[in-house]
């Protein structure tokens, strides 16, 4: 393991198996995908990165106050509407994110096929959103969860989500990547993590367990803060991790 700077999916199941002193037959290839998956879940939640920021542009239905979420989007960090039908040149408004029963109570009854009474409907260029269910797999439009919008459009105005998504982690053949951005800005970090659950697989010892897990949390608040540190303002939390990380156990 000496000299490595990074870890590919190869050299990270190695270096599980190294670090626990467990062999290949408990630790089957199975196994270790599913502590790498779980680490690197929990990574992308504890701190976002704009590695995997994603815009998708679409534009609005007129009449209708819902869109789907773009596929695979790990959560929402803002919808920009553009007055226009044709294009979204210039300066954007951003909607504000409120409750699902705002949007119902703001809207009223529906025009088009979802509904009658026009006359109480409101419209016109939205204002705010909301996230609702439907959101099962994410592997499509169809499965991916709807976003509610206020007032209902009354034209087709023309909109760029902004997201994150889950990005494709460390696998063999077309299920994966041999490297990764946090398998290579984030090694030591995404170790610790599929250390963690190493460990809690195997049920002990508790000591092993704190340590890594201590590890892991020191290398997020230096991973984290050198995310924050690259951009203006952190304009999805107010300046912090997104989940509050403990201090490392002394």
């Known amino acids: 393991m000496s000299g490595l700077s990074n870890y590919s999916y190869t050299t990270l199941k190695q270096a599980i198996l190294d670090y626990t002193e467990v062999g290949s037959t408990v630790f089957t290839t199975t196994i270790l995908d599913g502590f790498i998956m779980s680490a690197e879940f929990r990574i992308n939640l504890d701190c976002p990165m704009d590695s995997d920021r994603i815009q998708a542009e679409a534009q609005f239905a007129t009449d209708f106050n819902t869109i789907t979420m773009p596929t695979k989007a790990l959560f929402i960090r803002g919808i920009e509407v553009y007055d226009s039908t044709a294009n979204t040149n210039g300066q954007g408004i951003w909607l504000e994110r409120r409750d699902q029963t705002f949007i ?5 009854n529906l025009t088009g096929t979802s509904g009658g009474a026009a006359a109480q409907d409101v419209t016109g260029l939205p204002k705010y959103y909301s996230m609702f269910g439907g959101a099962t797999t994410g592997a499509d439009t169809a499965t991916s969860g709807a976003i509610y919008v206020a007032p209902t459009p009354n034209a087709n105005y023309k909109y760029i989500i902004h997201y994150n998504a889950m990005p494709v982690g460390l696998g063999s053949g077309g299920d994966g990547n041999s490297n990764t951005y946090i398998s290579n800005y984030f090694p030591q970090g995404l170790l610790y993590a599929c250390l ?6 195997l049920k002990g010892p508790t000591d ?4 890594y897990e201590g590890k892991y949390k020191t290398e997020l608040q230096k991973f984290a803060a050198m995310q924050l540190g690259r951009r203006r303002r952190d304009d999805y939390t107010d ?4 989940i509050p990380i403990e201090s490392a156990p002394q």
């Open 239 to 242: 300046g912090t991790i997104r």
């Open 208 to 211: 092993m367990l704190t340590l």
């Open 196 to 201: 963690v659950e190493a460990y809690g697989f």
């Open 104 to 108: 119902s109570e703001y809207i009223g």
